[in-house]
């Protein structure tokens, strides 16, 4: 079984980059597509968007101009930068596979000075 | 983008209940909609996948139904561990889109 775990700071200043990763364990992160989806508290889900690890990216346009993913296959591991961050970044963040199968526990990131 | 009407947003059930949630969605997805059930503090967990796949470890009390634009889970006798929000993703286009949760409530 693919298990996922996300991992990163959880307190990010205002207008700072926000970077976490995703470490896959059971299967390699060659063998899916990637996904990273949010969850502001007491909010709904929202994607943020998809990669591919021959580096094919697809963003949702709502943050198109500030995320970044890529992949690390010598660590097993996928990775979101979000730049430029605000009070309204503040969320759970969750990385899962391409079909949204299996998801990470999730790690919450706190945008405040 | 793929709008996702997802209703109702909560209610209130007893256990054994037979409960309903429905996504309806702004275009044609076909059969690419999956189910997730979301407990307090935890991940989204995947119920059904394509629409009527139960995905393997969940309890065959849940089923999914519908193609085109309208999807419905179905919990048939509700248990006290199916208290929850429930949450159904379009997986036919990107950007993939969520309905907005429906949060079963005990009675």
């Known amino acids: 079984q693919v298990l996922l775990q996300e991992s990163g700071p959880g307190l990010v200043k205002p207008l700072e980059t926000l970077s976490l990763t995703c470490t896959v364990s059971?299967?390699?992160?060659?063998?899916?597509?990637w996904n990273w989806i949010r969850q502001p508290a007491g909010k709904g889900l929202e994607w943020i968007g998809r990669f591919y690890t021959n580096g094919t990216t697809t963003y949702n346009p709502s943050l198109k101009s500030r995320v970044t993913m890529s992949v690390d296959t010598s660590k097993n591991q996928v990775s979101l930068r979000l730049t430029s961050v605000t009070a309204a970044d503040s969320a759970v963040y969750y990385c899962?596979?391409?079909?949204?199968?299996?998801w990470g526990q999730g790690t919450l990131v706190t945008v405040s000075s | 983008d793929i709008q996702v009407t997802q209703s109702p947003s909560s209610l209130s059930a007893s256990i054994g209940d037979r409960v309903t949630i429905t996504c309806r969605t702004s275009?044609?997805?076909?059969?690419?909609l999956n189910w997730y059930q979301q407990e307090t503090g935890k991940a989204p967990k995947l119920l059904i996948f394509?629409?009527?796949g139960l995905q393997r470890g969940v309890p065959s009390r849940f089923s999914g139904s519908g193609s085109g634009t309208v999807f419905t889970l179905t919990i048939n006798g509700l248990q006290p561990e199916d208290f929850a929000t429930y949450h159904c993703l379009q997986i036919y286009s990107v950007p993939l889109t969520f309905g907005g949760g429906t949060r079963v409530e005990i009675k």
């Open positions: 275009q044609t997805i076909s059969r690419s």
């Open positions: 899962a596979t391409g079909a949204a199968k299996y």
């Open positions: 394509g629409a009527t």
């Open positions: 059971g299967d390699s992160v060659s063998a899916f597509y």
